[in-house]
């Protein structure tokens, strides 16, 4: 685990890169889709967090809603803004719908959200060391799904931000939010889009210094924290800002947080 090819990002915590052996699982090949999550609302009457709130975090260059439901930016990340209305099944804002996007990620789930979605569906969320050996892809040290190339060499493997970050997406990957989870081509495990279009959330609690004290054997996180792990990165990774569309790139949000760009796929129990 960890990064091999000096791209890490030091506060994340990718190193020291380390050897780590786990039992073998069955991980789900795509996140988790609208269609899939209906099913479990439908079912069980659950609430988001997002809805239970009133609101949520949207692009701002994907917000559909009216004029009084945006809430304004996020301190220090003024790309994003609160929007009332905006939940798993309003993904821009009140004015949008996920009608017609039955086959994209899951968006605005907490990952209290994932666990009920799993305790419901009698899966689990992924460790952080299962989710980077099933990213991999059986391709060892490579820095992406399929190896060492880059996500832009010769057709796009990877649905990130094209463009200038924030201000211009030029959709060049042909998406400007989520895409459909089968989208591009699986990795060697048959994954779909570990990397790029949603972040994933993991079991573990963060701590970027974990790797330096991690058991070798099927390691669980540390046992106590204020965030979660996020894996993979999402559409909004770009080169000059976020470069977490890697194989061993970390990242974090407390569990009750909810966003336009954070989805999960589950494990079996």
Same mark, same amino acid.
């Given at each position: 685990?960890?990064?091999?090819?000096?791209?890490?990002?030091?506060?994340?915590?990718?190193? =020291?890169?380390?050897?780590?052996?786990?039992?073998?699982?069955?991980?789900?090949?795509?996140?988790?889709?609208?269609?899939?999550?209906?099913?479990?609302?439908?079912?069980?009457?659950?609430?988001?967090?997002?809805?239970?709130?009133?609101?949520?975090?949207?692009?701002?260059?994907?917000?559909?809603?009216?004029?009084?439901?945006?809430?304004?930016?996020?301190?220090?990340?003024?790309?994003?803004?609160?929007?009332?209305?905006?939940?798993?099944?309003?993904?821009?804002?009140?004015?949008?719908?996920?009608?017609?996007?039955?086959?994209?990620?899951?968006?605005?789930?907490?990952? *209290?959200?994932?666990?009920?979605?799993?305790?419901?569906?009698?899966?689990?969320? =992924?460790?952080?060391?299962?989710?980077?050996?099933?990213?991999?892809?059986?391709?060892?040290?490579?820095?992406?799904?399929?190896?060492?190339?880059?996500?832009?060499?010769?057709?796009?493997?990877?649905?990130?931000?094209?463009?200038?970050?924030?201000?211009? *997406?030029?959709?060049?990957?042909?998406?400007?939010?989520?895409? =459909?989870?089968?989208?591009?081509?699986? *990795?060697?495990?048959?994954?779909?889009?570990?990397?790029?279009?949603?972040?994933?959330?993991?079991?573990?609690?963060?701590?970027?210094?974990?790797?330096?004290?991690?058991?070798?054997?099927?390691?669980?996180?540390?046992?106590?924290?204020?965030?979660?792990?996020?894996?993979?990165?999402?559409?909004?990774?770009?080169?000059?800002?976020?470069?977490?569309?890697?194989?061993?790139?970390?990242?974090?949000?407390?569990?009750?947080?909810?966003?336009?760009?954070?989805?999960?796929?589950?494990?079996?129990?």
């Amino acid at each position: 685990m960890g990064d091999s090819s000096g791209d890490e990002n030091r506060g994340d915590g990718e190193t =020291p890169l380390h050897r780590v052996e786990i039992e073998a699982f069955d991980i789900d090949a795509t996140t988790v889709t609208n269609d899939d999550f209906a099913r479990f609302v439908a079912e069980t009457r659950y609430e988001t967090e997002a809805e239970t709130w009133g609101f949520s975090a949207v692009f701002h260059l994907a917000v559909s809603a009216p004029e009084e439901d945006i809430m304004g930016p996020a301190a220090g990340t003024p790309w994003w803004l609160g929007v009332r209305g905006a939940d798993w099944a309003h993904p821009d804002g009140r004015n949008s719908s996920v009608e017609g996007r039955g086959d994209h990620p899951v968006v605005h789930v907490s990952w *209290n959200d994932a666990l009920a979605y799993c305790d419901w569906a009698g899966r689990r969320l =992924p460790t952080e060391a299962e989710w980077e050996y099933a990213a991999r892809g059986g391709i060892a040290d490579a820095k992406y799904p399929w190896g060492d190339q880059e996500v832009d060499d010769g057709g796009w493997r990877a649905n990130i931000f094209q463009g200038e970050f924030p201000r211009r *997406n030029t959709g060049e990957d042909g998406w400007l939010t989520t895409a =459909p989870v089968r989208t591009f081509e699986p *990795n060697g495990y048959g994954l779909w889009q570990p990397v790029g279009n949603v972040w994933e959330w993991c079991a573990d609690w963060f701590d970027p210094r974990y790797y330096a004290t991690s058991p070798v054997k099927d390691p669980q996180g540390p046992p106590r924290g204020a965030a979660r792990v996020l894996r993979g990165g999402s559409y909004l990774c770009h080169i000059s800002y976020c470069n977490r569309y890697r194989n061993s790139a970390r990242s974090s949000n407390t569990p009750d947080s909810s966003m336009g760009n954070a989805g999960f796929r589950t494990v079996a129990l």
